[in-house]
């Protein structure tokens, strides 16, 4: 497997080695020991969870709150989608910043979202099976989250807005700036 940090301070895309043949392929989508060599993270992960979506649906931006806090090694087992991560650590340097990747079963491509972040995707596919390992917890009372289409964060979704198909839970989350409890200018 090969491990490369993004322009977000512990966040990793990590391709992994594929064996194929005429039986088919066979690839290691996870090894604790490497990970921790290759990232210097030491991460347990306590909860698997799977959502299955259609073209355009968007879920996200999504995050933890406070000691719920979750770092996600997220991956797509069926179809493509666009995934974002936003930076809402305030002691990052990389605080604010975002990054976006096309994750596909095709690709095999996974990405790990630490702790701190918002987290995002939209169905490029006719349909996308999504997986994401957990390190914490989901706890309801802890969710938060950002609007998908923050003018501060301007995030290019790749397909149009009209064609987003985004939960009435998700259309009034709260901007960037709202969320962080600063003015940025």
Not at 48 to 70: E, I, M, P, W
Not at 103 to 128: D, W, Y
Not at 134 to 151: P, R, S, V
Request: aromatic residues 12%; proline residues 2%.
């Amino acid at each position: 497997m090969e491990i490369k940090e993004t322009i977000i301070e512990g966040c990793f895309t990590i391709e992994p080695r594929i064996f194929e043949d005429e039986r088919g392929f066979f690839f290691e989508s996870f090894n604790q020991l490497r990970f921790e060599e290759l990232t210097g993270l030491r991460t347990l992960f306590v909860q698997d969870n799977q959502s299955f979506s259609t073209q355009g649906v968007l879920r996200g931006l999504h995050y933890q709150k406070g000691s719920c806090a979750q770092a996600k090694l997220v991956s797509v087992l069926q179809g493509e989608v666009l995934d974002v991560v936003v930076d809402l650590r305030k002691e990052s340097r990389t605080f604010g910043k975002k990054v976006a990747t096309r994750l596909s079963a095709e690709n095999k491509r996974q990405l790990f979202v630490p702790r701190g972040c918002a987290h995002g995707f939209v169905v490029l596919s006719k349909t996308a099976h999504f997986f994401y390992k957990c390190d914490n917890l989901y706890n309801k009372a802890a969710e938060a989250g950002i609007i998908f289409d923050d003018a501060y964060l301007n995030i290019d979704w790749v397909l149009p807005k009209e064609s987003l198909i985004v939960s009435d839970k998700d259309k009034v989350l709260p901007s960037f700036q709202e969320a962080i409890g600063l003015k940025i200018s």
